[in-house]
Structure formats: structure tokens, C-alpha cells
């Protein structure tokens, strides 16, 4: 990757040049041997390369130029076997079409391969029409690349200015699906309310980011999906550090959902283990989840008084089939808990096997042992 290669007088064209993994390649970069830029400045490879499962790449180019409009960005896919040379252009490459659109993303925040063999190609400048910032997440073909104009009939995007689809980074799962996490995304008049999108791993998702494709909050800076979404092979959590629970601002929701069909809704306490008051500061590290059991703990680091571990038992199917009142749950301090229940049961079949004092910044983990499992909870 030699972003700053000149292509005669083009100025930092920039060059991604391929190399057998077995001979190499010797020889100066030019246009028959890499893919590269025709203008200054088009730097082609400054936002890296992708490496896909299947063998093959995507050149990443934000800063790439067509023509007049600047920045609009390019991301081409290349054959592992033989490379891509000549030119970045729009029949060979997924491009943008309005200044600054900046595609693959001049933000830092990562295009990725997914275990299927396809790509995203993460795009938060992108401008949606007039709507400046609305961003774009477009699912790639890794066996023969996508080509075209980043649109909604290609890419999952945002509606509102400065939605920033794919800000919160996006997260494959172990099965091939993924999770675009936005926690700027305006849900209607309530700025950054944040959205959690599951994407199907072999076909994609497109369109508008929405209540009726998403998982999303439903009052101001809930930054649903900040700061992490957590895969547990079947299922994933969607941890929300500051969702507001009511007049309990900054109380945080973990909610769990199936990896193979997704999470859509509303945060609420019918489909979340929720904290119970303000500021708690949970964090991605203090979440862990028993699909067996259907447990889920979280650890609510800096509540007023001391830290807490709240713990739910969730219906075994995830979404259940049936409408909760809300999802139970209670709080335990420091110490190893024993589960003493059937699958399904409540959360208060727990034999507590140890106790300590309250947590300040706890840490918990399941260990499914072969009858039962265990609760460890500690400091971090």
C-alpha cells in the first residue's frame, strides 16, 4: 500500500500493489502491476486493505477523487489469486457521489470482513441527498465485489443530518451476521437516541435505519449500542451505558438478542435488564450471558451508593413468544452465586455460596458447570 505514490504529475495518486505470496513482485509500482489513482490526492489505499475469509481484498480509499467532486471515496475489490490493476474508477469500485462523501471512511472507524466472506464498507460522512452526515453501511459481495454508487438500495443509511450510520463501529458475529451499532442515529425529534441494526451475514441490509429494522432508544442520548455490542455465538448483547430509564438518566439496559434473526424494537424494561439509577456507568466489560439458563448479569459500576450486579433470568426463547410485563430482576453484591433452579425459572432459585461486601466497580462472569452454573462476581 504506497498512498503517497505519484502517478506522474498526480501528486499522492496513491498504489495498492499486489504480490504473489509465494515470488513477490519486484519492479516499480505503475499502473499495469497496481491499482491506483489518476489525481492528486486520491491516495488510493490510505484507509487500508480489507482481508476477506475467502482469499480476497477490498482497497480502501476515502479521499479518492471523480473527477470535479472531491473526496467522494472509493472501496474496490480485488481477486486474491491475480490482484486488481489500472485505474480506481466507478466501474470497478463502491463509490460516493457528493463531495466529502468519503468513502470506507475517514473517521477511523473500520470497513470489515465478515466469516461468510463478504465485507461492509463502513461510510459515516456519507451524504444522503441534501442530508449532510447521514451515513452509510454497505454490504459487499466478497466473491465479486460491489460496484456502484453508495444509494439506499444498496446500503443501510440514516435519514436525518449527522445520523452517522456504522459510528459506533460495526460488529461481526461468530456466525456470519452483524450488528451496526449507531449511537448518534436521531430517532425522529430525539437527537441521538442511537440505533442497533442486526444485518444478515449472506444477503445484507438496506434502507433507512428504523424502529421497524433496528433496535433503538426512545429519548435523547440513550446512545443505544455505546459502548459495545458483545457476541455470545448464538445470541449478542446490546449494551447501552447511558439509556435514560425514565427520570433515571444514564441508568443503562443490556438486551439481549438472537444472532440469527436480530433485535428490533424499543429498549424498555420488557425486553432489557435495566439499571435503577442514574449514572451507573455499566461498561462492556461487567456483561455476560448463559444461553442455556438464559442469565444475563451486568455489572452497574458507580451508582450513589456502592456498585451493584443486576441479574435476570430471561425467557429460554429469545425474543420470548409471549408479552412480558417487564423482565425480573434484582441486584446482587459481591460473592459467587449458585444456580438452583430449572431452565426458565425465576431469578431467586440462587444458593449465594459466598458474600462480601458492596462493589464500587464490579466484574462478573457464568460458568456453566455440568448441573448448574455459577455466578462469579469481583472487583475489576
Same mark, same amino acid.
Given at each position: ?6 502517478? %506522474? ?5 496513491? @498504489? ?11 519492479? !516499480? ?30 482497497? #480502501?480509499?476515502?479521499?479518492? +477523487?471523480?473527477? %470535479? ?17 489500472? &485505474? $480506481? ?5 463502491? /463509490? ?32 444522503? %441527498?441534501?442530508? @449532510? ?20 438500495? +444498496? ?10 450510520? %456504522?459510528?459506533? &463501529? ?44 433496528? *433496535? $433503538?432508544?426512545?429519548?435523547? *442520548?440513550?446512545?443505544?449500542?455505546? !459502548?459495545? $455490542?458483545?457476541? *455470545? ?5 446490546? #449494551?447501552?451505558?447511558?439509556?435514560? +430509564? ?27 435488564? /435495566? ?19 438464559? #442469565? ?7 451508582? *450513589? ?5 443486576? /441479574? ?5 426463547? #429469545? ?11 434484582? @441486584? ?27 462493589? /464500587? ?20
Amino acid at each position: 500500500i504506497s498512498p503517497g505514490w505519484d502517478n %506522474g504529475g498526480a501528486n499522492q495518486a496513491g @498504489a495498492a500493489t499486489w504480490g504473489d505470496g509465494t515470488v513477490g513482485i519486484s519492479g !516499480p509500482v505503475t499502473v499495469s502491476n497496481s491499482l491506483v489513482g489518476s489525481q492528486p490526492s486520491d491516495s488510493v489505499g490510505r484507509g487500508g486493505v480489507i482481508s476477506l475469509t475467502n482469499g480476497n481484498y477490498v482497497v #480502501i480509499s476515502p479521499t479518492w +477523487n471523480n473527477g %470535479g467532486t472531491v473526496n467522494v471515496g472509493a472501496a474496490t475489490w480485488g481477486d486474491g489469486t491475480v490482484g486488481i490493476s489500472g &485505474l $480506481v474508477t466507478p466501474a470497478n469500485s463502491l /463509490i460516493g457521489s457528493q463531495d466529502s462523501d468519503y468513502v470506507g471512511d475517514l473517521m477511523g472507524n473500520s470497513s470489515i470482513a465478515l466469516t461468510t466472506g463478504n465485507y461492509l464498507v463502513v461510510s459515516t460522512s456519507w451524504d444522503n %441527498g441534501a442530508v @449532510a452526515n447521514a451515513g452509510a453501511v454497505t454490504f459487499g459481495n466478497g466473491s465479486t465485489g460491489t460496484v456502484g454508487v453508495v444509494s439506499s438500495a +444498496n446500503s443501510l443509511v440514516g435519514s436525518q443530518p449527522n445520523d452517522r450510520v %456504522g459510528t459506533s &463501529l460495526v460488529y461481526p458475529l461468530s456466525n456470519g451476521n452483524y450488528v451496526v451499532a449507531t449511537y448518534s442515529w436521531n430517532n425522529g425529534s430525539l437527537s441521538q437516541a442511537g440505533a442497533a441494526t442486526w444485518g444478515n451475514g449472506v444477503s445484507g441490509i438496506v434502507g433507512e435505519v428504523s424502529s421497524t429494522n433496528s *433496535f $433503538v432508544g426512545t429519548t435523547d *442520548f440513550d446512545w443505544v449500542g455505546e !459502548p459495545a $455490542v458483545k457476541d *455470545f455465538g448464538d445470541y449478542y448483547a446490546v #449494551i447501552s451505558s447511558d439509556w435514560n +430509564n425514565g427520570s433515571f438518566w444514564g441508568a443503562g439496559a443490556v438486551s439481549i438478542g438472537d444472532s440469527s434473526t436480530g433485535l428490533i424494537g424499543e429498549v424498555s424494561s420488557f425486553n432489557s435488564l /435495566i439499571g435503577q439509577t442514574s449514572n451507573t456507568g455499566l461498561t462492556a466489560a461487567s456483561v455476560d450471558y448463559s444461553a442455556t439458563y438464559g #442469565i444475563v448479569v451486568a455489572g452497574f459500576p458507580n451508582s *450513589f451508593t456502592s456498585g451493584r450486579v443486576y /441479574i435476570a433470568v430471561l425467557p429460554v426463547a #429469545i425474543p420470548s413468544a409471549a408479552p412480558l410485563t417487564s423482565i425480573s430482576q434484582k @441486584a446482587l453484591s459481591k460473592g459467587i452465586y449458585r444456580y438452583s433452579g430449572a431452565v426458565g425459572s425465576t431469578f431467586d432459585a440462587w444458593d449465594r455460596l459466598y458474600l462480601h461486601y458492596p462493589l /464500587i466497580k464490579p466484574f462478573c462472569y457464568i460458568k456453566e458447570c455440568p448441573s448448574y452454573p455459577l455466578i462469579y462476581i469481583g472487583e475489576k
